[in-house]
């Protein structure tokens, strides 16, 4: 409590600082900060009131960092105030008391040394873990020993100090196993890959990845499904499918924007912006890793900064800005110096040497990727070494020294050889491939179980469903019948159709006086005559029989019919008219066919009703015409005209079925073809107005003889 009453003052300053930049950082909450403040001035217990301390600090993992520091270390001078009573001294209720608040400091320590390490303070970091761990181990609570080493291994891999970092992280993870803590295992499993990857041992690493990858999607833990993609994007890149790591990295980023994780997002960023960086589309590249320096400046997280100063410097190199490129090249190296990320060192005098190379200044570049390689070897970032001897290859080659040229070459392509080849890559997704078999089989299993514990369910509904089935067979059956029932009207109806047709097409009149003109013959004893009107008759006869039992004929046979018809109509009307068939050239008479006397009922009325009231000089004029694959059937006269020829119909009550007939084929054609029959009926007039006949006009296909 000395420490409340000597810093009361500070402390109220802080409070209201903090108040204040958290009310205009994160309105939101504020409420929830207003209630745990007023609960801490209440009389409590302390152990209750580091637990409030904790849950301010955890408020602020997004900022004010200031906010964070004040609220976990006013908990930890707290808890130290019972931690540093003698242990022995203490009595059995006591001493529980005592463990209690050891591991109360053991996590603010631990919050303490984390936000540190967010401000690249490395050595404050390493600090409190250390006392953290010290506190730990005393008190034997294997949980909070693991945390330690796991937060301890992190700062040593930013540092690249990886063996170290492996060390570490390897300890944690024996303890967590031991704990059978499946979510922290899954932790220390995506630490040790991060060591592996850097060390170039990819199988390794994705080996890792997978195990946590599938203990934080059955955990639903997204934040850290996101930290797998981009690790697991990291290998893909790295083994230069740039496609398959893109998708990890977008992945990441969704998870990340869902989660809100503002980290995991600029990492997402950055990522990405490398992808577009190897795509040389440095536009898009420099506006996601100035997205993820935004990000990272407002956190004031030093560590990765370094790395998109390095990155916006690479497109300014590849773009032949070198002054540019040196700029940023020396913002990166600054901040890892100050880091010691020996790692990020390495990378960055490498790529300043890389740039040198192409301004022509060979002794700058052989300065910077020696120290580069030095650096590389001593942390044995792989990768890094493999850039270095690539370098030095090609400033020896400048230098004419084909021997050292030629030995840096074989190290760099024995290395290369090592993180990338066929069978490396090969393995990597041979691996991923069986993490996704072996999770659709977990979610396969994880149904059956479903379905198993839903069965009883399922039983109930059974019969529903069968009689569900039952009825769906019935409607079934009823549309197949109902639809049966319509083919055979339209059959019957086609038949019915049919009959009529040839009624229609057999028009008693027109054989009554065929016959009669045939009998005069006889009686005039035109042998001649009356032998070749009655073949002629015959014929025709024979044709309008064969024609009307099929759906189409050759078109030759269909001119033949007609010229018949025309023929004994002129004959029986004593010559009152004559008629004209004109074929286009561009029908082939012999390969196309049509269907039977569709326009016969036309030239039937323009005989009967055109014709039959004219006295002399008669015409009918039939044309066929090809346009595109249709066929232009029409047939004009020069008769009464429609209006004259309907009352004089009228007068003698005639009622013709005929074009009825002939409206309902062609309707019942277009359905079953599938193609369009039209039909125009036009009067003719003469220039004072005065109708002088009819034409008739068919559009219909023209069927190809096969």
């Known amino acids: 409590m000395q420490f ?43 152990t209750t009131k580091i637990k409030i301390l904790f849950e301010l600090g955890d408020l602020f993992v997004d900022g004010p960092s200031d906010s964070l520091l004040f609220y976990y270390q006013y908990a930890l001078s707290i808890a130290q105030n019972y931690e540093s009573q003698p242990y022995k001294a ?29 401000r690249s303070d490395y050595s404050k970091a390493l600090e409190y873990y250390f006392k953290a761990l010290d506190i730990a181990e005393k008190t034997n609570d294997k949980s909070l020993i693991s945390q330690c080493y796991n937060e301890i291994g992190i700062v040593y891999k930013n540092q690249g100090k990886y063996k170290l970092a492996l060390d570490y992280y390897e300890k944690a993870l024996l303890m967590a196993t031991e704990l059978n803590d499946k ?42 499904v996101a930290i797998c993609y981009i690790n697991i994007g990291n290998i893909y890149e790295e083994q230069h499918d740039y496609e398959k790591a893109l998708e ?94 020996k790692s990020s060192i390495a990378e960055t005098m490498i790529n300043l040497g890389n740039l040198f190379i192409n301004k ?20 044995g970032n792989m990768l890094t070494i493999k850039n270095a001897y690539f370098s030095l290859v090609e400033i020896w080659e400048r ?37 996704e078999s072996e999770k659709k089989e977990q979610q396969l299993a994880l149904l059956t179980e479903k379905n198993e514990v839903q069965m009883l369910k399922l039983n109930q509904r059974n019969r529903l469903m069968f009689a569900f089935v039952i009825f769906f067979i019935l409607a079934i059956l009823i549309i197949y019948l109902f639809f049966r029932h319509n083919r055979l009207k339209v059959k019957h109806k086609t038949i019915e159709l049919e009959q009529q047709l040839l ?49 189409f004929i050759p078109f030759e046979k269909e001119i033949n019919t007609l010229e018949l018809y025309l023929e004994l109509q002129s004959l029986r009307f004593e010559n009152k008219f004559v008629y004209k068939i004109e074929i286009d050239k561009n029908i ?9 006397m569709l326009a016969q009922p036309f030239i039937e009325n323009a005989v009967e009703h055109g014709m039959r009231h004219k006295k002399e000089d008669g015409l009918i004029h039939i044309k066929f015409n090809k346009k595109d694959d249709l066929i232009l059937f029409k047939v004009e006269d020069n008769g009464l005209g429609r209006i004259k020829a309907s009352e004089l119909k009228k007068q003698k009550k005639h009622k013709s079925l005929a074009i009825a007939i002939t409206n309902e084929r062609l309707t019942i054609l277009s359905k079953r073809l599938k193609q369009k029959f039209n039909i125009e009926i036009i009067d003719i007039n003469d220039n004072t107005g005065i109708p002088c006949g009819t034409e008739v006009i068919f559009t219909m296909p023209g069927k190809i003889i096969t």
């Open 399 to 435: 230098l004419n020294n084909t021997g050292k040229a030629l030995e840096y070459y074989k190290l760099y392509s024995n290395l290369k050889d090592s993180l990338y080849n066929v069978e490396k890559y090969k393995a990597i997704t041979e691996m991923e491939v069986k993490y």
């Open 248 to 341: 990890y990295y977008k992945r990441a980023l969704n998870i990340s924007i869902e989660t809100g994780d503002k980290l995991r997002i600029s990492d997402s960023y950055i990522n990405i912006g490398k992808i577009y960086s190897n795509r040389e589309d440095f536009s898009n590249a420099r506006t996601y890793f100035n997205k993820s320096l935004d990000i990272y400046k407002e956190f004031g997280y030093k560590h990765e900064m370094d790395n998109c100063y390095k990155y916006i410097g690479y497109t300014y190199k590849i773009q032949n800005d070198f002054q540019k490129a040196i700029e940023f090249y020396n913002k990166a190296l600054e901040i890892s110096e100050e880091e010691e990320d």
């Open 588 to 596: 082939d008479t012999g390969n196309i066919s049509v269907p039977p």
């Open 360 to 379: 022509n200044e060979y002794n700058r570049a052989l300065d910077y990727s020696n120290r580069g390689l030095q650096l590389a070897v001593e942390i």
């Open 503 to 551: 009624r229609s097409q057999m028009n008693p009149h027109f054989i009554f006086n065929s016959l009669i003109a045939i009998q005069s013959y006889i009686y005039k004893k035109d042998i001649i005559h009356a032998g070749d009107y009655l073949a002629k008759f015959a014929n025709l006869i024979r044709l309008i029989l064969e024609n009307s039992r099929v759906e």
């Open 90 to 118: 203490l009595n059995k209720k006591n001493k529980k008391t005592a463990i209690t608040f050891k591991k109360l400091s053991i996590k603010a320590l631990i919050e303490i040394g984390i936000e540190y390490f967010f």
């Open 183 to 224: 979510p922290w295992i899954a932790a220390c499993n995506t630490n040790i890959g991060n060591i592996y990857r850097k060390k170039g041992n990819y199988e390794k690493a994705l080996e890792y990845y997978l195990s946590a990858l599938k203990t934080f999607e059955q955990l639903q833990q997204k934040r850290r």
């Open 4 to 46: 409340i009453l000597k810093y009361r003052l500070t402390l109220l300053l802080l409070l209201f600082f903090s108040f204040l930049t958290y009310k205009s950082s994160s309105g939101q909450s504020l409420p929830k900060v207003d209630s745990l403040r007023s609960e801490l001035n209440k009389p409590i217990h302390d």
